[in-house]
């Protein structure tokens, strides 16, 4: 490696200095250094170390930088210039250049969620510009349990590989949440509504019917693979590398939002959750004096109420159909609701008392559970 090259390299990016250095020669590195051969980084003591490839493997260098002066995006960077310089056989190069270009889209992602400006498409990620204008769907999955040091990102990514048939892009943005970047082409199957005669009802082939079919599938075969509960949501296709940071951030608050609001289910889509959504908006000090107004109303905050209101409304306020799924008695679901409307004066079987009856249970639930 040409560590002058190097070293100019990383000048033209950064206003800071870097050093080169035997890694035994620097004290309680080394140790931890080794422990950490698997990572192209490391931190210790608030000094930022990046592993080169030394033809003198007695010898070991690093490239060292103060921790502060760099973030998340630009170690990510940096990664990716040292991995292109490194003589390494072409094959290796070529994956190793791959797993730097996710971390550096990843790091991207996280910091661009986090400011305020527009943040410039780093160096090394232009070439996913043409494959965005193609069409790129993007998934959100996150874990919880099962695995204290994690589910491994190559066994994940053989996993979804499998199931989309075809090449994916898996960036690990924290520890177990991963996002996922499938082609629109391999997701969305197009040629049964080209071939299908114009007078049928395509009603059913929606494009969010088609996300929600292939997802439910997805969340399907990870869920089965690992013990654990995984959580999962998917937006529209994405024809913009620009637009992939606040998609992400929104698919983050998709599953937040799930976890509150349907907590019995585990894969969501952020079409779904629009009042939510501007629900868990209103400050807090609004919200727990609204409940303090209604709290008399009790009854709207019993747990079989609230399930009963919650099928009641997502069957749009359909009383047979609502009485089927909860294998109930048509006469004993009319009961309910009119006990409801005897204690609250609220009739949710009129559009208008519906809605303030919906929005306060939005509320109870944000407010009792953020």
């Known amino acids: 490696m040409d560590y002058k090259l190097l070293i100019q390299k990383l000048q033209q990016i950064m206003d800071t200095s870097f050093e080169i250095n035997e890694l035994q020669s620097i004290d309680d590195t080394k140790s931890i250094a080794e422990q950490r051969l698997g990572e192209a980084s490391f931190v210790v003591h608030d000094q930022l170390y990046f592993h080169l490839n030394n033809e003198n493997e007695e010898l070991p260098l690093v490239l060292?930088?103060?921790?502060?002066?760099?973030?998340?995006?630009?170690?990510?960077?940096?990664?990716?210039?040292?991995?292109?310089?490194?003589?390494?056989?072409?094959?290796?190069?070529?994956?190793?250049?791959?797993?730097?270009?996710?971390?550096?889209?990843?790091?991207?992602?996280?910091?661009?969620?986090?400011?305020?400006?527009?943040?410039?498409?780093?160096?090394?990620?232009?070439?996913?510009?043409?494959?965005?204008?193609?069409?790129?769907?993007?998934?959100?999955?996150?874990?919880?349990?099962?695995?204290?040091?994690?589910?491994?990102?190559?066994?994940?990514?053989?996993?979804?590989?499998?199931?989309?048939?075809?090449?994916?892009?898996?960036?690990?943005?924290?520890?177990?949440?991963?996002?996922v970047l499938a082609e629109e082409a391999i997701v969305l199957d197009r040629t049964e509504l080209k071939d299908m005669d114009q007078s049928t009802d395509r009603t059913e082939f929606t494009l969010e019917s088609e996300l929600m079919a292939f997802a439910e599938g997805l969340y399907e075969v990870v869920a089965n693979e690992w013990v654990g509960v995984f959580n999962l949501s998917v937006h529209s296709p994405l024809y913009t590398l620009e637009s992939l940071p606040s998609v992400t951030s929104l698919l983050m608050q998709t599953i937040q939002l799930g976890k509150i609001f349907r907590m019995s289910e585990h894969v969501y889509f952020p079409w779904q959750f629009t009042l939510e959504r501007l629900v868990s908006r209103i400050p807090?000090?609004?919200?727990?004096?609204?409940?303090?107004?209604?709290?008399?109303?009790?009854?709207?905050?019993?747990?079989?109420?609230?399930?009963?209101?919650?099928?009641?409304?997502?069957?749009?306020?359909?009383?047979?159909?609502?009485?089927?799924?909860?294998?109930?008695?048509?006469?004993?679901?009319?009961?309910?609701?009119?006990?409801?409307?005897?204690?609250?004066?609220?009739?949710?079987?009129?559009?208008?008392?519906?809605?303030?009856?919906?929005?306060?249970?939005?509320?109870?639930?944000?407010?009792?559970?953020?």
Not at 87 to 106: C, W
Not at 147 to 153: E, K, L, R, T, V
Not at 318 to 340: C, G, P
């Open 64 to 179: 060292s930088v103060p921790a502060h002066r760099v973030s998340a995006s630009e170690r990510a960077l940096i990664e990716w210039i040292i991995t292109s310089m490194q003589s390494v056989p072409p094959l290796q190069a070529d994956q190793t250049t791959e797993q730097s270009n996710m971390k550096l889209l990843g790091a991207w992602i996280l910091e661009q969620m986090n400011s305020s400006e527009l943040l410039a498409i780093p160096e090394g990620l232009e070439k996913l510009t043409p494959v965005f204008s193609e069409g790129i769907v993007p998934f959100y999955i996150t874990y919880e349990g099962g695995h204290d040091s994690g589910i491994a990102p190559k066994s994940m990514y053989k996993l979804l590989q499998s199931y989309f048939g075809g090449e994916i892009i898996l960036v690990l943005l924290q520890q177990d949440k991963w996002l």
């Open 284 to 370: 807090e000090e609004q919200r727990s004096g609204y409940l303090d107004e209604v709290k008399e109303s009790s009854i709207l905050f019993d747990e079989e109420t609230i399930s009963t209101l919650e099928i009641f409304f997502q069957l749009d306020c359909n009383v047979s159909e609502t009485a089927k799924r909860l294998y109930i008695h048509r006469n004993t679901l009319i009961y309910r609701l009119d006990k409801i409307k005897q204690e609250t004066g609220l009739d949710v079987r009129s559009f208008k008392d519906a809605v303030l009856v919906k929005l306060t249970l939005l509320l109870y639930k944000v407010t009792k559970r953020l």
